[in-house]
């Protein structure tokens, strides 16, 4: 009996984000949703990642009406978003009020899978995130962040499997966001998994390195299910592998049964083709592999925006510099995969780390990270770094959303006429700056509120957001 195997669509968001900093507009997805709707995908990956930011920073639109006007012209597919768990799709954590507000209204707005990960894969930063997406019925599905170090090893993913499944995850997805899979390690991972329990796995993975499309046929052989690929234009390098290219790949196994059209593949590469070459200025434009991303661990859409952002500082010469400096701070704070905000507080460290000096100053965000405030880091700190920064009676050791009081109150309270609905009230709850800008913009035209909504600055301006 054959089985069957089927892909998701990144091309409207990861594989955006990862090769031409996710600029690309809803009007330019548009003429492509129905081709897209009937290739016979399990679902189109959308939203979530860094769209929500990109929309409201730099396109002049709302999320919320992205997500409503694709759900529209998509009839026949699942859609699917990537929320980063108790941080949604911001840079810190969120309490649970704004969570499950958030949930709601995506799923309302047209949202049928969400996954959710953790950047430190600390599940109890994931919890809420699985239990309100199964409350309001959408699929919850589980990401591992996948990385390399001494602590990283099979019995540490197994564990983490373990505790995803009592919180009953529909699905589980192996995230590996710098591209680190080989094909053994994939294999290995898959089968491990396979052998203890029947959980449908979806690989992600991105081919910074060179490997992803033969570490996908790894995990294919090993029983994964489900595959993240992107058409070709957006494909490749910093992205995830070319749909074209797997299809081809997997149909020629007799035991496997494939649901996609390819005769819509052209067309849809040629339009995409157009798409990316509107957005040259911010094209990560990389050329080969990277190799250096084995020991940097940096993941493509952290690659693609922190070339587009050291271009923008005049600073591109010191990139190797920063690649090399990444693993000496991923490895002071006890290792955490590079993926947002994680990657985000390793990166903006390493340039000031390379601008400044080794740790002559640290961000914010790296004290908060050193106090517990983003969770359990999977590996100790070190110990020297930690007592020169922070006192000991700082460091929390409860699930750092326990420590936050709920905000969607007092929100709506300071918004007043500037928010009409849940959904302008929860823009503002993650980007208080440029959310306010926006729908001043929106509702007010050019006329200036006496007050801002929130006095609270935008995080991680430096290095834009990596999943």
């Known amino acids: 009996m054959k089985r069957t195997l089927e892909f998701v669509d990144t091309t409207l968001r990861d594989a955006h984000q990862s090769t031409i900093a996710t600029r690309m507009t809803i009007a330019e997805m548009l003429p492509m949703l129905e081709k897209i709707d009937n290739v016979g995908y399990r679902a189109l990956e959308v939203w979530g990642g860094a769209t929500f930011d990109a929309c409201l920073r730099y396109l002049n639109e709302d999320p919320w009406q992205r997500l409503r006007t694709i759900r529209k012209h998509i009839k026949h597919t699942k859609l699917q978003m990537l929320l980063r768990g108790q941080n949604i799709l911001g840079y810190k954590h969120y309490p649970d ?12 707005n047209g949202i049928d899978i969400i996954r959710i990960f953790d950047a430190l894969n600390d599940v109890r930063n994931m919890e809420k995130s699985i239990q309100f997406t199964k409350k309001y019925g959408a699929h919850a599905q589980a990401a591992l ?3 390399i170090s001494p602590v990283h090893t099979p019995e540490y993913y197994a564990g983490l499997v373990d505790e995803l499944i009592k919180l009953g995850i529909d699905s589980l997805c192996i995230k590996d966001m710098a591209g680190l899979l080989t094909p053994k390690r994939a294999y290995d991972l898959v089968k491990s998994i396979k052998s203890h329990s029947d959980i449908k796995i979806e690989m992600h993975t991105h081919c910074t390195v060179g490997t992803g499309q033969m570490a996908y046929l790894a995990a294919m052989e090993a029983g994964a299910d489900y595959f993240d690929t992107a058409t070709a234009p957006l494909s490749g390098a910093s ?3 070319p749909v074209e290219a797997m299809y081809e790949s997997f149909k020629e196994y007799e035991d496997v049964k494939l649901n996609l059209n390819p005769d819509l593949f052209v067309p849809i590469a040629d339009y995409f083709e157009k798409v990316r070459e509107n957005h040259a200025d911010v094209d990560a434009n990389i050329k080969h592999i990277n190799i250096r991303v084995l020991t940097s661990q940096v993941p493509g859409g952290m690659l693609s925006n922190l070339i587009n952002q050291l271009k923008e500082q005049n600073a591109i010469d010191r990139l190797k510099e920063v690649l090399d400096e990444i693993p000496v ?3 002071d704070l006890g290792y955490p995969p ?10 903006v460290q390493a340039v000031m780390n390379v601008m400044m000096g080794r740790y002559k100053k640290i961000t914010r965000e790296v004290q908060a990270y050193l106090k517990g405030l983003y969770g359990r880091s999977p590996a100790k700190v070190n110990q020297e770094f930690l007592n020169r920064f922070i006192d000991p009676k700082e460091i929390i050791n409860k699930r750092p959303a326990d420590q936050l009081e709920p905000m969607l109150e007092r929100i709506r309270n300071e918004a007043g006429h500037l928010a009409e609905s849940d959904e302008d009230i929860l823009s503002l709850a993650l980007f208080p700056d440029i959310a306010a800008k926006f729908l001043r913009e929106r509702y007010f035209g050019e006329i200036k509120l006496d007050r801002e909504i929130l006095n609270e600055n935008e995080e991680f301006e430096g290095i834009y957001p990596a999943d």
Do not use: C, H, N
């Not at 590079?338 to 990166?347: A, D, E, H, R, Y």
């Open 97 to 108: 009020d704004v969570l499950e507000l958030f949930v709601k209204k995506a799923v309302e």
């Open 338 to 347: 590079l993926v947002t905000p994680t990657s985000q507080i390793v990166g």
């Open 145 to 147: 962040a996948y990385t």
């Open 329 to 331: 701070v991923r490895k």
């Open 239 to 241: 992205s995830q592998p």
